[in-house]
């Protein structure tokens, strides 16, 4: 891929109103890192004012992590609102193995189809129904495990499915790219692969979504890779981050992600 970080200047340029539906636990983390990036967040999931809501926004985030069946239904409005306006969104399933009722849930958000799902590899493996070693809403499964069910969900959705992990997976069922990018320490810090849902939304918006979420993943491990060469651990990694999400530019996206088709 050509000048991933085209995508991210685009981004900042128009930092995209980004309507978010996310859990308890990323909704502070989340908001930061999309301010850090150049994107403008707001959390919103009241039921009573989602679908209005996602009619302002450039993009919308829908995740399960914290959802109960009030929030779920404002999910399924706000997310035809978005499909309806032609505007992207992105389902980010987190934990889907663990219950009946995330299993149904994201059943049915599946069939609204979201224009990028961003999960890891146990819950992209559980979503296609495929027996996953997830713990809770983490991963136990490698991203080569899940590449054939993320391109039978992408086929399924029409549109893109990315696996995140060591090396990220992104498809849209025909073509994929793999991702390089990232730190292990990035597992150390909670709500990373929530707020990574995020920065896919802002790169979604007005852009192409195959290319614009393998740019978005670059970005983030770029990030992730300069915060890591600062910090003691995980406490100093996620201020790091934070930084280097503001610091990065388009040009050191294009210099040192490792974007490969497969
Ligand atoms: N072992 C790893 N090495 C490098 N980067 C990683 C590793 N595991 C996850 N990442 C990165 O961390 C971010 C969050 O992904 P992930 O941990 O898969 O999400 P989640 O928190 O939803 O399980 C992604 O940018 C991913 O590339
Ligand atoms: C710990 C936790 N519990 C419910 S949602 C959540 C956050 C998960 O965040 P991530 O998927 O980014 O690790
Ligand atoms: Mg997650």
Redesign the pocket.
Known sequence: MEHPGQYLATMRDAAPLVHNIT?F??MNVMANVLIAAGASPAMVHARAEVAEFAGIAAALTVNI??ADPEWAQGMEEAAAVMTSAGRPWVL?P??VGATRFRQELCARLIEARPTVVRG?ASEILALAGTAAKAR???AGDSVAAAEDAARALATRTGGVVAVTGAEDFVTDGTSGLRVGNGHALMTRV??????LTGVVGAFCAGQPPLEATAAALAYYGIAGERAAAQAAGPGSFQVAFLDALHAVTPAEVNASARIVPV
Do not use: F, H, R
């Open positions: 859990n636990v990323a992590g914290t980010d987190v934990g890891n809770g809403v983490d909670t709500a990373l692969g929530c707020s």
